[in-house]
């Protein structure tokens, strides 16, 4: 494919030049160390580090060329494009070297502060269930084809998406479910992308160190809706009982599902039944109504199977197949995951880290009627400062007893984000210990829990590392506590 046909729709600064346009291009990348002769190198301003020091290097390793949205040093060896937003060129020169995936695959994107993890399982579940061959992309890992692939983030790089959306269709896969963030809204990850579906579970506090505002954050979110690069999306489906997704504008060429359990939604869950076997209840729409047995808990979890009957409802699944991939869904990693050792009391690892995540899994514990709560949970470090102590009273406002430790402190001392989430746990008068050790503190969670007890290790659920100041190290909540149980004698037997 030429430069010309592959930045067909970038805008530039300045036209490429005849010669220019008709280079045969082999393949394209942002990271230098990837590049093959032939390739075409997009340096664009990171997180860390700015693209255009790695530009040489690129050229060196055969670049034929490097686009930037900067202009080019001084004495460049090769030709540099300047174009007018990096990572938007990448979006569509990706898409145009892949000839446009996103035309033959059917997208559902999820976006929102809690659930999309879930929700998109349970929906990649009910695709599998049509017969459907899949991709599904997210925070905990990527399925491509039966295949799982690590999770670098939540969203992919644009170029990345577009190489896995090819790799789909190689594999004769049709449709693909991912997890859409706030970053990868702003920053252009998913920029020209055409969804079919598109979710907003709901919003609330989270990732103001990147967003500032409430208002940017949902702004960012708006973005999928608005169709940032492309049309918007076939079907719209929004949380009505959430006030930030009511306040979503929607085009007039998308088809709008509401779901929710209050007035005003048009897909909704009537008769709910939820004990420790899960979840059952009626799905009413406008068109169908079925019966709908999920193995997951709680009332948050509501939402998220009928954001998914929704998913469903878009492509036009019969009932039957959207309840039997619902049921098929059994768990998600680290979501409300049960530790069993055969011990008289529960534990389960949450990645509930926000303090409306801690409110909904205490929720969840709650109405499985435990004799008390036993809640441990930590708040990140170099993240917003002014949740921590909404987390802390969160925790301490609705559990028995709380454990307070460490949870990915990075660069900052662990006990100074303790004392932080340590105002809002004292605004109560909550039994409570402060722990910065999180082996030791998840010990000291699992030995004070009495039979009847629910114990949440809350924060950092299917993660596998604990980030240091100066290192990562390996760190799985379901593991440590897996072990402390056995170390108190618990020993679950084979079924």
């Not at 789909?168 to 859409?180: C, D, K, P, Q, R």
């Not at 940017?216 to 999928?224: E, G, I, R």
């Not at 109504?289 to 699944?317: D, H, Q, T, W």
Request: with cysteine; aromatic share 8%.
């Amino acid at each position: 494919m030429t430069l010309g046909e592959i930045l067909a729709g970038v805008r530039l600064r300045a036209p490429l030049s005849p010669l220019l346009s008709q280079l045969d291009v082999q393949g394209l990348d942002y990271d230098s160390r990837r590049v093959q002769p032939g390739f075409l190198f997009f340096a664009f301003p990171g997180s860390r580090a700015d693209g255009r020091q790695f530009a040489r290097d690129a050229v060196d390793r055969g670049a034929l060329a490097v686009a930037s949205e900067s202009p080019a040093p001084d004495h460049f060896p090769a030709p540099w494009i300047e174009v007018e937003y990096g990572r938007h060129a990448l979006a569509l020169a990706a898409r145009n070297f892949y000839r446009h995936p996103d035309e033959r695959i059917a997208l559902t994107g999820i976006t929102g502060t809690n659930g999309k993890t879930t929700t998109s399982y349970l929906i990649d579940a009910i695709l599998r269930a049509a017969g459907k061959t899949t991709a599904l992309i997210g925070t905990i890992e990527y399925h491509l084809a039966g295949r799982v692939l690590p999770a670098i983030n939540t969203t992919p790089e644009s170029l990345d998406l577009h190489r896995l959306f090819a790799e789909l269709e190689a594999a004769g896969g049709s449709h693909a479910v991912m997890e859409v963030s706030s970053h990868a809204l702003a920053l252009g990850r998913v920029y020209g992308l055409a969804f079919h579906t598109a979710i907003f579970t709901n919003l609330t506090r989270d990732h103001l160190d990147f967003h500032h505002t409430m208002e940017d954050y949902f702004a960012a979110k708006q973005l999928l809706f608005s169709g940032a690069g492309a049309p918007p999306p076939a079907w719209a489906v929004l949380n009505r009982d959430d006030e930030w997704c009511r306040r979503v504008e929607l085009p007039r060429q998308s088809e709008v599902l509401w779901f929710g359990l209050g007035q005003g939604a048009t897909v909704r869950a009537r008769h709910i039944s939820s004990n420790l076997q899960g979840l059952r209840f009626e799905m009413q729409s406008r068109k169908a109504r079925f019966m709908v047995e999920s193995p997951l808990l709680g009332k948050i979890n509501v939402y998220n199977v009928l954001a998914a009957c929704c998913a469903g409802l878009s492509y036009g699944f019969a009932p039957e197949t959207i309840a039997a991939g619902i049921a098929q869904c059994r768990a998600v990693p680290g979501r409300f995951e049960r530790i069993d050792e055969g011990q008289p009391f529960g534990v389960v690892v949450d990645y509930a880290h926000t303090d409306d995540a801690l409110k909904n899994a205490i929720a969840v514990a709650r109405g499985l009627a435990p004799k008390r709560i036993i809640t441990l949970f930590g708040c990140g470090g170099d993240r917003d400062r002014a949740k921590r102590p909404l987390m802390g009273q969160a925790a301490a406002e609705n559990s028995d007893f709380v454990v307070l430790t460490s949870d990915n402190p990075r660069s900052e001392d662990p006990l100074d984000i303790m004392n932080d989430a340590l105002v809002g746990i004292r605004r109560t008068d909550v039994p409570h210990v402060v722990e910065p050790d999180r082996a030791t503190a998840i010990a000291r969670a699992i030995k004070e829990a009495r039979p009847g007890d629910i114990v949440i290790l809350a924060g950092k659920g299917h993660e596998t590392y604990q980030v240091l100041k100066d290192k990562t190290i390996a760190f799985d909540d379901r593991e440590v506590a897996g072990g402390v149980l056995r170390g108190f004698g618990y020993h679950r037997e084979p079924k």
